[in-house]
């Protein structure tokens, strides 16, 4: 089993390369990176011409919804959706049901998504016992069973105590806690963000001080506890600020934010529309510019989804009874290239840093997110001057809730590839 890709403009910004070169992929790992290998009668070639090529994208943040709600998303349409978006590799959170917070969960993940192939699914077991944020998950047992985080995502980890334990053993252990930074008692029955928006369209309102205490609380135990803490979706300025002075004192934080607090600000949820529901809610237009300075100064490492998805039913409700969540793994890559890389906010390097080799730093992956010989042959190969319209009948996700519907640009997926093997190809017809 070979494979050999031509002439494509590797960027890889683990070795610090972006230059034309060629990669031969024999028995699902990366066999030869040089700039000119010949072709051999038989081995198949994908001519990369004009393309980038980059290790391949991994989605820190989704939510597969397996075991327990096949209705609204399953192992298998997650990683169609997942190769489709270029994602070679997702992280899987735990608030499924049951919860993964046993081994047995873990387990019955991994050998799911073995059967379905594809892409490659790491779990993320619970920080807590059904999250319910009291006991600790036997978090050995669980590393050993092939989580590779923890996570009580969808809730935040609310006593101080029980986070701060976490930390501990998570240090011990060498794996990272992710926390969704939420003070429930604040946050509450809010609905949007707080503010002009909330006032005046009646909704009830997150205060952005519902994140900012949990990302202070956190970070001052880190500080002395010193073990990998990753803050996911952050979507306040205040957020960034904190994160900024932590990382200046030296103490280890990542963190990521989505496509859609990046690109999107409350203003959308004047129409009601229930799609742009979504927790944390989307914030005023001066946190998604400081986001985006967050990418651009390094206090924020990755980009992930948060994907999330729903049944029409359950999502086309009133607003105030729609459920939280949007879906992003199909859009993520499109959106941000055409918003953020095309208007030269970000460099397509860095794009690839966030989407790929940041991710698996922070996960722990350490044959992933960057391209050398021996590696797993994990790429995403993207065509940047290709027009994109996201459009719900592309869709190989369950879920079309969907925030970027009708969106279009420039820059697609071309190839995904996965241990070798074609996962996605623009060629393939749904
Ligand atoms: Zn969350």
């Not at 230059?19 to 290998?37: H, P, Q, S, T, Y």
């Not at 060498?174 to 006032?199: L, R």
Request: glycine content about 8%.
């Amino acid at each position: 089993m070979k494979l050999l890709i031509k002439n494509g403009r590797l960027v890889d910004p683990a070795s610090g390369s972006d230059r034309l070169m060629d990669i031969l992929v024999e028995n699902g790992k990366i066999k030869e990176i040089a700039r000119a290998i010949k072709k051999t009668a038989g081995v198949p070639v994908i001519d990369a011409g004009e393309m980038v090529v980059a290790p391949g994208f991994i989605d820190m943040h989704v939510h597969l919804r397996e075991p327990g709600q096949e209705n609204k998303e399953s192992i298998a349409s997650g990683v169609r959706a997942a190769v489709h978006g270029g994602f070679t590799s997702v992280a899987c959170m735990a608030n499924t049901e049951p919860v993964n917070d046993n081994r047995s969960v873990t387990e019955s993940i991994i050998a799911r998504a073995r059967q379905v192939g594809l892409a490659n699914v790491f779990p993320v077991a619970a920080v807590t016992r059904g999250q319910l944020g009291e006991n600790l998950v036997e978090m050995a047992d669980l590393v050993e069973g092939g989580a590779v985080a923890f996570s009580d995502d969808g809730h935040c980890v609310m006593k101080a105590d029980v986070i701060r334990k976490a930390l501990e053993y998570a240090r011990m252990l060498d794996v990272p806690i992710i926390e969704h930074p939420e003070d429930h008692s604040i946050s509450a029955e809010g609905q949007v963000n707080e503010g002009f928006i909330s006032y005046k369209y009646g909704l009830r309102g997150i205060l952005k001080a519902a994140e900012e205490v949990i990302v202070a609380r956190d970070l001052i135990l880190q500080e002395r506890i010193r073990s990998r803490l990753h803050l996911t979706h952050i979507s306040t300025s205040g957020s960034v600020e904190l994160i900024r002075n932590a990382r200046r004192l030296k103490t280890p934080v990542s963190s990521d934010a989505t496509p859609h607090h990046l690109l999107l600000n409350e203003e959308l949820v004047q129409n009601y529309d229930p799609v742009y529901k979504v927790k944390p809610p989307l914030r005023t237009e001066a946190d998604r510019l400081e986001l985006i300075r967050g990418l651009q100064d390094g206090t924020i490492d990755c980009i992930a989804s948060d994907h999330a998805p729903h049944t029409r039913d359950d999502k086309d409700k009133e607003f105030e009874y729609a459920p939280f969540g949007v879906i992003g793994m199909e859009s993520s890559f499109a959106v941000i290239h055409d918003r953020l890389v095309r208007t030269r906010l970000l460099t397509i390097n860095r794009l690839v840093e966030l989407f790929a080799t940041n991710p698996a730093i922070v996960l722990g992956l350490k044959d992933r997110g960057r391209l050398k010989p021996g590696l797993p042959a994990d790429l995403t190969i993207l065509d940047l001057k290709r027009r994109f319209k996201i459009e719900e009948g592309d869709f190989r996700s369950k879920a079309n809730n969907c925030p970027f519907l009708g969106w279009e640009g420039q820059g697609a997926v071309a190839y995904t590839i996965v241990s070798g093997n074609m996962a996605y190809s623009y060629k393939e017809k749904i």
